[in-house]
């Protein structure tokens, strides 16, 4: 009886194992949208997140890229994109490239990454105006 006891008792570990592993959904990475917005989160024209220009703050506030898993493509400018979103310095090249972005240049407002949340670690919440 000892025997079927643990035997009984092995397959309700598999079996419990096996149903918290169909729970998860092994989605450690998420896409994103990224948006040039101001620092409210306003979408604004995504020229004004083209460091290639080498601007220095004539615009009255300083661009940031802003991006959430929520975030789809066509918020027009002027939108608020919707709460949840994190952002960074538009002229940050080390959190453009830990998602992927090209370093410098345009990011077009609505740009989908796939898989990126998730990997950009350094860039989550930062808030940095400066840029390499």
């Excluded at 079996?15 to 917005?37: H, I, S, T």
């Excluded at 940050?92 to 370093?103: E, H, K, N, T, Y």
């Amino acid at each position: 009886m000892s025997s079927r006891s643990v035997s009984l008792t092995s397959t309700f570990l598999l079996l419990a194992a096996g149903g918290a592993a169909a729970c998860d959904n092994d989605d450690d990475y998420q896409d994103a949208g990224f948006y040039c917005a101001n620092e409210q989160g306003v979408v604004v024209d995504d020229d004004e997140c083209d460091d290639d220009d080498n601007r220095s703050s004539g615009l009255g506030f300083i661009p940031f890229i802003w991006y959430s898993s929520l975030y789809r493509p066509g918020y027009p400018v002027g939108t608020v994109l919707p709460a949840g979103g994190n952002k960074f310095a538009y002229n940050d090249r080390a959190a453009r490239q830990s998602f992927g972005l090209p370093a410098t240049g345009k990011i077009s407002n609505g740009t989908i990454k796939t898989s990126v949340i998730g990997k950009g670690g350094t860039a989550r919440g930062s808030s940095k105006s400066s840029g390499g």
